[in-house]
């Protein structure tokens, strides 16, 4: 029988992100008795990625801003299937957020007279994300590990989480064992908050890390939780193309903030060929117009190419399918060209833009102060996630919480930018504060030892059929070869029926994996977990599309193209039924409340 | 560029290890990461490798490419001479855990030695600061650090002097840089850096600024700034002068 070993907290948080930390930062606060597991080493997490800012109405820059504009900007980019508590309570808490942050040492960029500096960014109405020039998750993830560590909280590193474990329909605690070793651990809490992140893995051409395969999502599904808009993965217009192995790398849309242009390859401005009629009176009428947006011109509206990512990459893909693309396969993205506007521009751009500067230099040979990028749509968000309770984060299993990415509702059918590092901390903090209030009020829970040993057990079955198993990283590679295909940007019945037969042949392929080797510091094995966790997600991300006969926000379906006023009121809910089947329904989302009416209104 | 690679990676374990050769099609626009991945799908899907973004922003793929510390995911094979096997090893400094992992937990223990962040009160009712740009932008250099470890991993007083019970190693001296330098900060780490983390240890062969990824100057702009903050509180003549007196 397999060995566990234990150890029991008050709360326990999945993930060491910027949510997960500052959930368990904001826990350890009440002094409840903290652990944190997390797959990677401290620091590491999908956090670091994050590159243009962290979106919160301070109104350093331009006083106009507010959390009533902030809060009209999300749910117009989330075509207002948001869950429009979330999305207040973000607009309201997130400058507070960005505050507490620097009083925990982050430095961010600064205004002449020594404020937080903001830029403007895709969907924004007035500059408004704080930033560290194109590093700014690496500033907020290490800002809460550095004030973490000082907390008390205990830190798991490298850990695969396996099971959460149930105690009479509460959430009991979580197993699963450290890469390190292969040792099996149980946790045993009172309340667990769920901050692993998204699923970006699912797809061939990511700007995700290997950890994002949908760990939190899948864990609370098998437990009974719902999943909620799981339709919607968003597609961020820019991401590398070339060279092949560094396909999906991110470029930050700061670069088009800071006045970088999409052209195809006739040289033409081709955004400002399609600009929905939502967006119409915000947008720029002409290219001079839009550079004044982007060198803090209050009276210029914003270039088109700083329209909502969904409509960004969907022209992009566009304008490649038409022929028009670069040399790779992708379109040209240029802030070369602003040294016509600006003398020294070599020096702004590195200055600006450094990250960027550097990612072409050493992995493209490219220069981007002299050439422009060749960039294309990339997998890098999912908005879909946990169905929680607006206020405290508590998922519809008693005691499991979730926040951040691995949460829906913030962002409805499409994330703005920077709304995503606001979420991780005005939602973290939430989690982390109600978990703690749960698990004190609700006493100690008792560990099913029987479950313990079957997760144990089956997680070591695919030792026994070694190397005549199927390999776990060519399952993975298949699942996102076709989900790349067949439930991507451009998406029709067909196509996502066909999905389904595959990944129904793909789940037969899991249960066959095989491992060779030894349980220390396995990645095969840590791939076999991976990959089933993708399964589910995949399977849930294909059914709610498939539901979906719409055309809204980041799911574009070819055969209903277009927006549809009914499906505008509802969300999709997946769930798991008693017999283990996928459920998927409509849920009627909660009418607003006048005064929030009031203000999409006045901001219309 | 060359069709084919073979590369010759250290398997093992604490207990020991050798160096076995995998060779594998190569392409334009790899990195060495890509490679060690296509051996692990393809050959050897136990092979232990750590890593996590692939875009030289985590730091967790640090290993020694033929024989210099480098991340993985930033090294491309065609900077490298394909004609001979490709060497790749784990980092020395820290103790191995399997293949190209080693335990790295240590640089977390000894972070965690160092005072944290304490900020002066806010400037204003609000609870907010000012800060100006250039100000901010002498720590910023040190924050871009993505603690991948390789600067600890070429510090000869830890590779080779194993000094890492009384030594803090160039990462966490230019982390303690950052919080001595920080605006806003009131902390003093001034006699720690001297008595209980040995800045004195480090005799500025300025390897480690050699090896960083993100190219921080880490010996002239953090060691050696921290070095004369020690001489002042500590070694100053005039003041040593007026003790006597």
């Known amino acids: 029988m397999p060995e566990f070993q234990r150890f029991s907290y008050d709360v326990l948080v999945i993930g060491a992100g910027g949510a997960g930390l500052r959930a368990a930062i904001e826990a350890a606060a009440t002094g409840a008795k903290v652990g944190v597991v997390c797959k990677s080493l401290l ?83 007035y500059p408004r994300l704080a930033h560290v020039g194109d590093r700014t998750g690496l500033e907020m993830i290490r800002t809460l590990q550095d004030h973490g560590i000082h907390t008390g909280m205990e830190v798991n590193m490298e850990c695969t989480v ?45 700007s995700n890390s290997w950890e994002y395969t949908g760990d939190g999502l899948a864990l609370a599904y098998r437990v009974g939780a719902e999943l909620q808009d799981m339709e919607f993965v968003q597609f961020h217009p820019t991401g590398m193309v070339w060279p092949i192995s560094v396909r999906g790398i991110l470029v930050t849309e700061g670069v088009r903030g800071e006045g970088g242009v999409l052209r195809n390859s006739e040289g033409r401005r081709f955004m400002f060929d399609d600009i929905p009629d939502l967006y119409k009176e915000q947008t720029a009428d002409t290219e001079e117009e839009g550079w004044r947006y982007t060198q803090g011109d209050k009276n210029a509206r914003r270039p088109p190419e700083l329209l909502t990512r969904d409509h960004v990459a969907r ?50 040979d490219l220069d981007i102060t002299k050439e422009p990028m060749e960039v294309g749509p990339t997998t890098h968000y999912m908005m879909g996630g946990i169905r929680v309770d607006g206020d405290s984060q508590m998922s519809t299993v008693p005691g499991l919480f979730a926040a951040g990415e691995a949460a829906a509702g913030l962002h409805g059918a499409n994330r703005l930018g920077g709304n995503s590092l606001s979420d991780l901390v005005v939602f973290g903090r939430r989690a982390g504060r109600y ?50 295909d067949l439930v991507g940007i451009v998406r029709t019945e067909n196509e996502m029926q066909q999905a389904l037969d595959i990944i129904a ?49 980041a799911q574009f379906r070819e055969d209903f193209p277009t927006k549809d006023t009914e499906w505008g009121k509802y969300n999709i809910v997946v769930k798991q039924s008693q017999d283990d089947e996928m459920q998927i329904e409509q849920r009627a989302i909660a009418p607003m409340p006048e005064e929030l009416k009031a203000v999409i209104e006045e901001m219309k | ?76 094979l065609s900077d490298i001479n394909l004609e001979m096997p490709v060497i790749l090893e784990p980092m020395h400094a820290f103790p191995p855990i399997r293949d190209l992992v080693t335990d790295v937990s240590w640089n977390f223990r000894a972070k965690k030695t160092i005072k944290q962040f304490q900020p002066r009160s806010p400037d204003f009712p609000d609870g907010t600061w000012r800060m100006q740009q250039a100000d901010v932008e002498r720590v910023q250099e040190f924050r871009k650090c993505i603690e991948c ?81 020690v001489v002042d509180q500590f070694f100053d003549p005039l003041k040593q002068l007026f003790h006597i007196l």
């Open chain 1, 43 to 125: 620091g590491k997490a999908h956090t670091v990625m994050a590159e243009g800012g962290i979106a919160a109405a301070l109104a350093n820059v331009d006083d106009r801003d507010s959390w009533r504009v902030h809060f009209a900007d999300t749910m117009r980019g989330g075509q207002y299937l948001n869950n429009w508590r979330m999305a207040e309570l973000h607009a309201k808490e997130a400058p507070e957020c960005v505050r507490e942050l620097e009083a925990w040492g982050a430095l961010f960029d600064r205004t002449k007279d020594g404020k937080i500096l903001q830029r403007n960014f895709g969907g924004h109405r």
């Open chain 1, 162 to 206: 396996l099971s959460l474990l149930m105690d009479s329909g509460r959430v009991a605690g979580a197993c699963g064992y450290d890469r390190e070793r292969g040792r099996f651990h149980v946790w045993q809490e009172k309340a667990v908050v769920l901050a692993t992140g998204g699923i970006g893995r699912a797809f061939k051409v990511t």
């Open chain 1, 315 to 364: 022209c992009i893909n566009r304008e490649v399918k038409a022929g028009r693309g670069s040399p790779h396969g992708g379109v040209f993205l240029d802030i070369s060209w602003i040294k016509q506007h600006i003398s020294k521009s070599e020096e702004h751009i590195k200055r600006k833009l450094p990250s960027m500067y550097h990612q072409f230099k050493q992995l493209a």
């Open chain 1, 435 to 484: 978990a703690a209030e749960f698990a004190k009020s609700n006493g100690a829970t008792v560990i099913d030892e029987q479950h313990l040993q079957s997760t144990a057990n089956d997680a070591l079955t695919p030792f026994e059929r070694g190397p005549t198993g199927e390999n776990p990283y060519q399952i993975q590679y298949d699942l996102q070869d076709k989900m790349q």
């Open chain 1, 505 to 553: 042949q793909l789940y037969k392929r899991v249960e066959r994996v095989g491992i060779t080797g030894n349980r220390e510091y396995n990645n095969g094995w840590h791939t076999a977990v991976d990959v089933a966790n993708l399964m589910i997600v995949s399977e849930a991300v294909t059914r709610a599309a498939l539901l979906r006969k719409e055309s809204r926000g």
């Open chain 2, 1 to 76: 560029m060359a069709t084919q690679a073979t590369f010759r990676i250290w398997r093992g374990d604490p207990a020991g290890g050798t160096f076995q050769d995998y060779t594998t099609p190569v392409e334009e626009g790899m990195v060495v990461l890509d490679a060690v991945h296509r051996i692990q799908a393809q050959q050897v899907t136990d092979l232990a490798v750590r890593w996590n973004c692939k875009a030289g922003k985590c730091g967790s793929c640090s290993a020694e490419i033929n024989g210099m510390p480098k991340l993985m995911c930033m090294t491309r």
């Open chain 2, 149 to 229: 470890f390789l600067c600890q991993d070429v510090c000869h007083v830890l590779r080779e002097h194993h000094k890492h019970d009384e030594f803090i190693g160039p990462r966490l001296l230019v982390y303690a840089a950052a919080l001595e330098m920080h605006p806003l900060d009131t902390e003093d780490r001034v006699s720690d850096l001297r008595r209980r983390h040995n800045i004195g240890y480090c005799n500025i062969t300025t390897c480690c600024r050699q090896v960083c990824p993100e190219s921080i100057t880490i010996t002239e702009n953090a060691i050696i700034p921290l070095k004369e903050r």
